[in-house]
């Protein structure tokens, strides 16, 4: 009884899981059955699914524990940064259904694999063992593989795919490396016990515990698309369906940040002094080459990938801080950037028309005044990821700034501060490129051959909860901050 009783205590910690791949399975099934005119009908019913994968998300919450021999781990951290993930997919499922259309590629396959990808980014989040981890990462990988080709006849989708599935699988071999190389050093690939046995060495680091450290860096460092690893990021941004590249460039951001602060802090916090460099180098080059590209950009999509590049140096900026605080801050900031980001992407998604043509900025031209609501809009998007006061990304920055503030050592004290100078300038220099948009849509001419269809009931709600989740966040942010924290604290850092 005590074994059914387990399982089934298993069964609810991985609840939002088994929501979504249960979801999922089900459009595949029913696929084949529905006929082209009514394929979008798939597409409600995945959003369904992802309401469904929050249903599973408040399940588990009742149920805090380890599931599955350990393997995974249900925490308040772990709840937080699943609810985010499946945010952002529901969100795009949202953006997706007019597109779609619009693309003449309406299929369920492509809700069911947003769907399994998320259920891996959920894996992410939760893993209590590297070997797991490791499966979480190929489910999403490999979803996210196929939906940035889905537009099969775009030589750019194409490409971008074939681009992403390259660089994605030489990421995951250096990961595989670095969980080799912990195993060796430590006889164990569950993340508590790589802690436990570190302790034991008095503080001592076996050599194959930092060459593996570095390895899983360089590994999830391409997931999270952080400098020197971000190459391939724009280009596959560029390439991918928009609301395809609304989903990546936020949900794996998170997931992937969640599973480098449970390898970092919790199994590697004892090698603080080695990666505390590793990650001060990274976020500098990361602020400069998205900001400093961002600028030179035309085209909107691109220029947001860059944008999300400079972010993830941002974040980073918390994540060094190696405290309860500075958790709680990169978790704040992850809310805040997928509502912002997702938001900014599906208004991109519905400018574009028709095989995505109108990304020009010179294309925005004038829409203030042809769409004024639109445009208000994006314009809130832009300013929460510029940092302006009373928004969202105001509020992530200086709650990412603060901790890393409060957390300098006297060893590393001087060189916290000068990363959030540099921090700080790269924010200034980011307000060129935003505002370079927000000018064109009201005080730019209108281009007279351009006229934006209007925004449909569904991509209209998404907006709708981006919008006021952005607002939300930069006004009235202590009940997320206070859930934040919340998690921080069931994360076991070192102290």
């Known amino acids: ?10 069964l609810h910690r991985l609840a939002p899981e088994v929501h979504l791949c249960l979801v999922g399975i089900l459009i595949m099934i029913i696929d084949p059955f529905v006929g082209p005119a009514h394929k979008r009908r798939l597409g409600w019913l995945g959003f369904i699914g992802a309401l469904f994968g929050l249903v599973g998300v408040y399940s588990a919450s009742q149920h805090i524990g380890a599931a599955y021999s350990n393997l995974i781990t249900n925490d308040g951290f772990s709840i937080f940064v699943h609810a985010i993930v499946i945010l952002a997919a529901a969100l795009a499922i949202l953006g997706s259904l007019d597109y779609l259309d619009r693309e003449r590629i309406q299929s369920g396959e492509y ?43 775009a030589e750019k989708s194409n490409e971008a795919s074939l681009k992403y599935f390259l660089l994605g699988s030489f990421a995951t071999a250096f990961f595989l490396y670095g969980i080799a190389m912990i195993y060796g050093a430590t006889g164990t690939t569950y993340i508590d016990a790589i802690r436990q046995t570190l302790a034991q060495n008095g503080g001592t680091l076996p050599g194959l515990v930092v060459l593996g ?7 999830l460092g391409f997931k999270v ?53 590793a990650i001060w180098i990274s976020a500098v080059l990361t602020m400069f080459i998205g900001n400093l590209a961002a600028l030179v950009q035309t085209n909107v999509k ?8 400079a972010h993830a140096g941002y974040i980073l900026v918390a994540f060094i801080a190696s405290t309860e605080l500075g958790v709680a801050a990169v978790l704040f900031y992850l809310a805040a950037y997928v509502l912002m980001k997702v938001g900014a992407f599906l208004v991109v998604t519905h400018l574009g028309q028709q095989g995505e043509k109108r990304l020009d900025i010179k294309d925005y031209a004038g829409l203030g005044f042809k ?125």
């Open 302 to 309: 691109r220029m947001l990938a860059y944008s999300s590049i």
């Open 111 to 153: 809700y069911a694999l947003i769907l399994f990808a998320v259920a891996g980014m959920g894996i992410l989040a939760g893993a209590n063992e590297l070997v797991t981890a490791f499966v979480g990462l190929e489910m999403s990988s490999i979803s996210t593989y196929i939906l940035v080709g889905f537009r099969r006849r």
């Open 371 to 495: 769409e004024p609501v639109l445009a208000a809009t994006f314009s809130l998007f832009l300013l929460s990821l510029l940092g302006l006061p009373a928004t969202a990304g105001f509020l992530g920055k200086f709650f990412a700034f603060q901790s890393a503030l409060q957390a300098h050592t006297v060893q590393h004290g001087p060189w916290i501060i000068w990363l959030v100078v540099i921090a700080a300038i790269n924010s200034v220099i980011g307000a060129y490129y935003y505002l370079r948009v927000i000018i064109s849509m009201y005080f730019a001419e209108p281009s007279l051959d351009y006229a934006p269809s209007s925004v449909t009931p569904a991509l209209g709600f998404a907006l709708f909860v981006a919008a006021i989740g952005t607002l939300y966040l930069g006004i009235l942010p202590a009940r997320v901050l206070d859930l934040a924290k919340a998690a921080a604290t069931s994360l076991p850092i070192l102290r």
């Open 1 to 10: 009884m005590s074994g059914f009783a387990g399982q089934f205590a298993s």
């Open 213 to 219: 450290l570095g390895l899983i860096f360089v590994g």
């Open 225 to 277: 698309v952080i400098a020197p690893f971000q190459i391939y990021g724009p280009d596959v941004y560029e390439g991918a369906p928009t609301p395809v590249t609304a989903l990546l460039a936020s949900a794996p951001k998170a997931a992937t940040f969640a599973l480098l602060l449970r390898i970092f802090y919790v199994a590697l916090g004892s090698a603080s002094n080695f990666w505390f460099w």
